[in-house]
């Protein structure tokens, strides 16, 4: 697929300390003949995050009145987008816009317009020493295994930050959510018109607990409730279980194995085997000369 342009939406709130750093973090990012466009959302900021994008050039900037979520920032920031590929991107630093180029490698390829990223947890972690870590690492899994099941999906992981979507799909669906489960939305409902999403693995430095991390179990627990009230998912799951029923196999049974299918594809992934082999015998210019 050809890409002319790629816009990147920040949603911020309360962000005064990195926003800037971001941004020009964002801007530093090559991706040689394709065109930027950074979109940044202030969803009502009270801590001077919007005084310090009013100082800021060449960015699109959209101020909230009324704080909506995070959710709302990134509707706003895709219906105002003009690229033809929507990454979303945090202000807190946790992740590297140098992924930006391998992310969108396999939209360039024709691969798929779904492009998840696939954390690459640091080690050391000082978060596993937490028990609410485990907890938020369980709520991840069960998402991931019931998100994939009922779609008939592969995906490593849904939660990460980095995701790459074609102007083309995001427009295909209405997603009514405005909290942090905007994203989840939005891709179920894409994947039940029949959309596929690509692994890409991402960096990842998270912040700790103490540094204030806005994600929290509850927002595992509302995506859960999400998930099981979009689009008749009773008759997703018994169609599964139909299906499961004739060949054979068990709804758990099934679960575990796409879960395991999955996690045995990322663990490939992130030992950077096939990711390797591929920047090996594709440069970034290669690539875009094969999507003109």
């Known amino acids: 697929m050809k890409i002319n342009k790629v816009s990147i939406v920040i949603p911020v709130y309360n962000e005064k300390n990195t926003v800037a750093e971001i941004i020009a973090r964002v801007k530093a990012v090559d991706l040689g003949e394709i065109e930027k466009e950074i979109i940044v959302v202030d969803d009502a900021s009270t801590d001077g995050t919007r005084e ?123 997603v009514r959510s405005n909290g942090f489960e905007y994203e989840n939305e939005l891709i179920c409902k894409l994947l039940k018109r029949g959309h596929r999403t690509v692994d890409m693995p991402i960096h990842y430095y998270p912040r700790g607990y103490k540094e204030g991390k806005k994600s929290s179990q509850k927002t595992d627990l509302k995506f859960f409730g999400l998930l099981l009230n979009t689009d008749s998912w009773i008759k997703q799951v018994s169609s599964r279980i139909s299906l499961q029923a004739w060949s054979g196999s068990c709804p758990v049974g099934s679960c575990l194995g796409v879960l395991a299918r999955g996690g045995k594809k990322v663990h490939g992934l992130l030992r950077g085997v096939d990711h390797k082999k591929k920047n090996e015998q594709e440069t970034w210019p290669e690539l875009q000369k094969e999507a003109v």
């Open 52 to 174: 310090t994008l009013k100082a800021i050039g060449g960015i699109k900037t959209i101020f909230h009145s009324t704080n909506l979520g995070k959710g709302g920032a990134m509707r706003s920031g895709f219906n105002a987008a003009t690229g033809d590929v929507l990454i979303p991107q945090d202000a807190d630093l946790e992740y590297d816009p140098n992924d930006y180029k391998e992310l969108i490698k396999p939209i360039l390829r024709g691969e798929g317009e779904i492009v998840l990223g696939i954390r690459m947890n640091p080690e050391p972690d000082e978060r596993r020493q937490h028990g609410f870590y485990w907890l938020t690492w369980l709520g991840n899994k069960i998402i991931t295994c019931t998100t994939n099941w009922l779609y008939w999906n592969d995906a490593g992981e849904y939660e990460g930050c980095y995701k790459a979507f074609t102007k083309r799909v995001v427009d295909l669906v209405k």
